[in-house]
């Protein structure tokens, strides 16, 4: 009932910064996006698990995991039914695969982001920090 696409993905250096963006629609024509109340940005490296990052409420309510606080910054556009992920990279290199995702239709964000929660799920997109 949710599509979402991300796009932004890419090389970064480390230290360096990057904006993430996912594009949100409902799948059934003229269903209103205003019904998507809680977003979020998970991220999966290779091997590992896919882990929350950070999730937004329809009115701006933010959680964060504790190892992206300070770095990372969630925000959302509902008018223009974006959501985006401003990073600042680590030092550490590597590639992982960053994906946005909604919760059910009328439910909002809890303090957990938890990715059994989150029901549609975008594709993803690759961000590599490489020097």
């Known amino acids: 009932q949710v599509d979402l696409v991300e796009s932004g993905g890419g090389s970064v250096q480390p230290g360096g910064s990057l904006r993430l963006f996912c594009e949100y629609s409902r799948s059934l024509y003229g269903a209103s996006t205003s019904d998507i109340y809680c977003l979020g940005w998970f991220r999966q490296a290779p091997g590992k698990e896919r882990e929350g990052v950070a999730s937004?409420?329809?009115?701006?309510?933010?959680n964060y995991a504790d190892s992206v606080k300070g770095r990372f910054t969630i925000s959302r556009d509902n008018a223009k039914n974006r959501l985006y992920l401003q990073m600042s990279s680590r030092v550490l290199e590597g590639t992982t695969m960053y994906y946005c995702?909604?919760?059910?239709?009328?439910?909002?964000?809890?303090?957990?982001?938890?990715?059994?929660?989150?029901?549609?799920w975008g594709q993803g997109t690759q961000v590599t920090i490489s020097s």
């Open positions: 995702a909604a919760r059910p239709l009328w439910t909002p964000c809890t303090t957990a982001i938890e990715r059994t929660s989150f029901t549609y």
């Open positions: 937004i409420g329809r009115a701006g309510t933010i």
